[in-house]
């Protein structure tokens, strides 16, 4: 598959790159899921230390990465793919807090780098406390919701 070629080089760019501070790298959503659509986003997620504040720094900072890489997704619109690169950019202890982004990534993620199984621990974690609660994720058609709570009575406090 095209798309596998381009996660081996965003992975080998990516540690490149950001060197010792990076810390995870995953894909999820579709291309997690293996079922994309030649117009599907690559959604990852980058955990590195040290990240600047603020998204925009934090893109800027991936910029050098994206550039290197837009050949090699140039090259898939000749074969019918159109992949945008969608990537989410978090600190270490940004994790640790929880996300609500990691409510799919529990199922649905595809870990490529992960540096002393940080984000798989983190996953197992976070999987762990849905589990406690009783969550699922509730499936209607191509589309999904999360009832975190399937039990929940007025006035609790829900906390993963």
Partial sequence: MP???ILKCLTALCREHYGKRLVSLAVFGSVGRGTPRPDSDVDFLLVVEDL???R???SAEFAAVESSLAPDLAALTKIGLHPELS???K???EIQQGSPLLLDMTDDAHI???RGDFLRRELQ???QK???LGAQRVWQGNAWYWDLKPDYKRGEIIEL
């Fill in 56 to 58: 925009m720094a934090r």
């Fill in 91 to 93: 600190t270490p202890a």
């Fill in 130 to 132: 849905l589990k406690k």
């Fill in 112 to 114: 490529l780098y992960d």
């Fill in 125 to 127: 974690k976070f999987s």
């Fill in 52 to 54: 600047p504040n603020g």
């Fill in 87 to 89: 990537p989410i950019f």
């Fill in 3 to 5: 798309l596998d070629q």
